[in-house]
């Protein structure tokens, strides 16, 4: 059974950074994507980012891009998602997503494992 487990969400100032951790156990993790999804309060689990751990190709959301980096250390089975340049409207749950499966769909129903997510909030 795999495990995700995300830390490093908080509050910040609009302009600022933060940098989320999500570290993965279980069956073979290391061999399929993460992702990173989010959900603000009234919408829909939005995909984010994401990360193949073998060859370490990324996967950016328009609204994100150029703001956000996914990267991974395979030696602490962990993936983090730094953030910077933060705007209000990038508020929300942070998860961590995973499936065994190596494609990177941008559907949070194509996802078997998730964390249980960490709050950022951004002010303005």
């Known amino acids: 059974q795999a495990q995700l487990v995300e830390s490093g969400g908080g509050l910040v100032q609009a302009g600022g950074s933060l940098r989320l951790s999500c570290a993965a156990s279980?069956?073979?993790?290391?061999?399929?994507?993460m992702v990173w999804f989010r959900q603000a309060p009234g919408t829909e689990r939005e995909f984010a980012a994401g990360?193949?751990?073998?060859?370490?190709?990324?996967y950016y959301a328009d609204s994100v891009r150029g703001r956000f980096t996914i990267s991974r250390d395979n030696a602490k089975n962990t993936v983090y998602l730094q953030m910077n340049n933060l705007k209000p409207e990038d508020t929300a749950v942070y998860y961590c997503?995973?499936?065994?499966?190596?494609?990177?769909?941008?559907?949070?129903?194509?996802?078997?494992?998730w964390g249980q997510g960490t709050q950022v909030t951004v002010s303005s």
């Open positions: 997503a995973a499936r065994y499966d190596s494609s990177v769909p941008r559907e949070p129903r194509e996802y078997d494992y």
């Open positions: 279980g069956r073979l993790l290391r061999a399929y994507p």
């Open positions: 990360i193949k751990w073998t060859t370490g190709t990324t």
